[in-house]
């Protein structure tokens, strides 16, 4: 059925919508605004813990990427590279990196940046784990003003700054094979390393850095002494070859070695930055604590090829001072040449200490050359043909003093051994040229003449003849004499035991003999009783022997 149209009555029986105004804010405007305070909070808080972001400059990018490459401090990640672009000036590779929160203080002026990568060189190998974790951006914290620019280092450095220790400064003037990095040894103990090198402000000669690490940097002392250990050294000289290597490390990498003397005596060590002179080798440092040297003069008339500058000046084997100079002199005056010869004598390796103001100096070498102190050349090394200055007493020299009228006091010298003995030689060979050899010859030749004129002759055969025989003679009656000599002796030999058994010791006739001298002996003694009783009583002969005695 179909529903009919309202009425107008009905109609306007319907009720009417009434729309109220409501005062205030929509709670539907709250969402947006808790949304944007969210956003805000995350935002500050995102600023609040985001770390600093630094600028790097290196002179290559070899191995890094922009979102991959990490930041790291003792292996441990700092945040990351986020950006690496080249400088507008094409000269250097700028580097971005965001790092940590915790890093901020830690970005200063004095901090270092480099790239850890694969290195191979002579002080080792380096960043081998970078091989399969790749390349990464390194860094050592500094001191200095906060910053946010940084210039990368090229290389890593060998000691960081959190290593304790002390830098000390060397002065040379050859570097040789020292390189950065080299170690630094104490007694062949690996101490410290070299941190680098550069040329001196006076671009005469080289400034090198060195660490030694805590605590042997106490063994640095104001009186310690460094020197170059770099590969092999060696030395040929008068005294002979010299070699002497620290240790297989330095033979490859280089290095320094240094020594303090008197160490087990109290004392401070040296205040970082001392600068020190580095010495060669070993042979300087010892030589260099002889500070005292005397000049001295020697000429000689002889050659003197194999001696140089720096041979050594040697008193019976002890070595006592160097050679400064060589050269040649002509004397205008007697028209010959000689060699003065300049000489440094130490008297510190005499235990002598420089004479006080109020000493007569050179009192002591005066009194020893008065002695019959001279200088003689004396071959130092077969091999190399060097020499040296000998200085021994020669007794027999002539007598001589200390020359002191030029500018060097001068020692009075001998020939060399070569030299005499050549001498002697030359002096003999003209004694034999000075000789009148041709009328020696002759007389020579007259007395060999004649003697072959003896020895050929008639006479002289005939006389060799005739003792020819006698020697046969003789020799025929020697064995005849041997023949009748054995008979003789026999009997001789029968004899003697005859005699031995009539005197032997065990004989009847000494027996016989010592019974006679024994009977010879009473009746000596009866006569004297007798003859003493007769001059007693002489009239005994007439009247007899009475009773009365």
């Known amino acids: ?41 995350l935002a500050y808080t995102t600023l609040q813990e985001k770390g600093p ?9 070899e191995g890094l990427e922009a979102g991959k490459t990490r930041v790291k401090y003792r292996n441990v990640e700092v945040g990351l590279v986020d950006e690496v672009r080249l400088s507008e000036d094409l000269s250097h590779i700028v580097v971005t990196a965001s790092l940590d929160k915790t890093m901020e203080p830690h970005m200063k002026e004095g901090t270092r940046f480099w790239i850890v990568r694969p290195r191979v060189g002579f002080g080792g190998v380096s960043g081998l784990g970078t091989l399969l974790s790749g390349a990464h951006v390194e860094f050592d914290p500094g001191e200095g003003q906060p910053t946010r620019d940084f210039v990368g280092l090229a290389e890593p450095p060998p000691i960081t700054l959190q290593v304790p220790g002390t830098e000390f400064v060397l002065r040379t003037d050859h570097l040789g094979s020292i390189g950065r990095g080299a170690p630094v040894y104490y007694r062949s103990i690996p101490v410290g390393q070299v941190l680098g090198y550069e040329l001196a402000e006076d671009k005469k000669g080289l400034t090198v850095k060195v660490f030694v690490e805590a605590p042997n940097d106490q063994l640095v002392r104001p009186d310690s002494r460094f020197w170059n250990a770099s590969g092999v050294n060696v030395s040929v000289g008068a005294d002979g070859v010299d070699v002497a290597m620290e240790s297989l490390e330095a033979l490859v990498a280089g290095g320094i070695a240094f020594d303090t003397p008197d160490i087990d005596q109290p004392g401070e060590p040296a205040a970082s930055g001392t600068e020190f002179p580095l010495f060669a080798n070993l042979r300087e440092v010892t030589e260099a604590g002889f500070t005292q040297r005397i000049p001295y003069l020697v000429r000689f008339d002889g050659s003197v090829r194999g001696l140089r500058a720096g041979a050594p000046v040697e008193f019976r084997g002890i070595r006592v001072g160097t050679v400064t100079d060589v050269r040649l002199e002509i004397d205008s005056k007697q028209n010959g040449v000689r060699i003065p010869v300049t000489l440094e004598i130490e008297p510190q390796r005499f235990g002598v200490e420089r004479p006080a103001a109020n000493v007569q100096p050179y009192a002591i070498m005066a009194a020893l050359v008065e002695r019959g102190l001279r200088a003689q050349l004396t071959s130092g090394n077969l091999l190399t043909g060097e020499l040296l200055v000998d200085l021994d007493f020669h007794p027999d020299s002539p007598p001589a003093q200390l020359d002191r009228s030029g500018p060097y006091p001068e020692i009075p010298s001998v020939p060399a051994d070569l030299e005499a003995m050549t001498a002697s030689v030359t002096a003999a060979l003209q004694k034999l040229a000075a000789l009148p050899l041709p009328e020696l010859v002759d007389d020579l030749r007259h007395a060999v003449q004649g003697i072959d004129g003896l020895v050929t002759s008639p006479d002289t055969k005939q006389a060799v003849t005739a003792l020819t025989q006698a020697a046969v003679r003789l020799e025929a009656l020697i064995g005849t004499l041997d023949q009748r000599a054995g008979p003789l002796f026999a009997q001789a030999q029968s004899t003697l035991a005859s005699v031995d058994g009539l005197v032997g010791e065990k004989s009847q006739a000494r027996y016989d003999l010592n019974a006679l001298l024994k009977e010879l002996t009473g009746a000596a003694r009866s006569i004297r009783v007798f ?19």
């Not at 972001?53 to 990018?61: G, L, P, S």
């Open 53 to 61: 972001q630094i600028t790097v400059m290196f002179d290559n990018a």
């Open 531 to 549: 003859a003493d009783y007769l001059e007693r009583h002489p009239d005994a002969l007439i009247r007899g022997k009475t009773g009365v005695q």
């Open 1 to 41: 059925m179909l529903r009919e149209h309202p009425s107008a009555l009905e109609r306007d029986e319907l009720p009417e919508v009434e729309v109220k105004k409501r005062r205030g804010i929509s709670l539907v405007w709250l969402i947006p605004l808790v949304a944007g305070v969210i956003a805000i909070w």
